[in-house]
């Protein structure tokens, strides 16, 4: 799987369902055992490629990421300037 192709997976599930957990795509890219797609940080936790994730923002500029709860959603109305609320 290319970085593009991870990026344009997490676009489709991203839109079938109006959100992303960064979990189940890192996990999902984890399976290619390329560090490039996914990762594990320091800490433990699984983490989707930094290169996908420049290749998943350019595809979609309306999302928003919750750092909290650790996804990406789209954006409200509501929400302020930025990708991450």
């Not at 979990?23 to 055992?33: C, F, I, P, V, Y």
């Not at 990762?39 to 420049?54: F, M, Q, S």
């Amino acid at each position: 799987m290319t970085l593009q192709e991870a990026a344009e997976w997490m676009l489709y599930q991203y839109e079938a369902k109006g959100f992303l957990y960064q979990e189940e795509a890192a996990t999902h890219l984890l399976h290619h055992q390329d560090e490039e797609l996914a990762y594990y940080d320091h800490n433990g936790n699984v983490c989707v490629g930094k290169a996908v994730l420049v290749a998943f923002n350019k595809l979609t500029p309306d999302a928003v990421y919750e750092r909290a709860a650790k996804f990406w959603r789209r954006r409200l109305p509501s929400d302020q300037l930025g990708r991450q609320q």
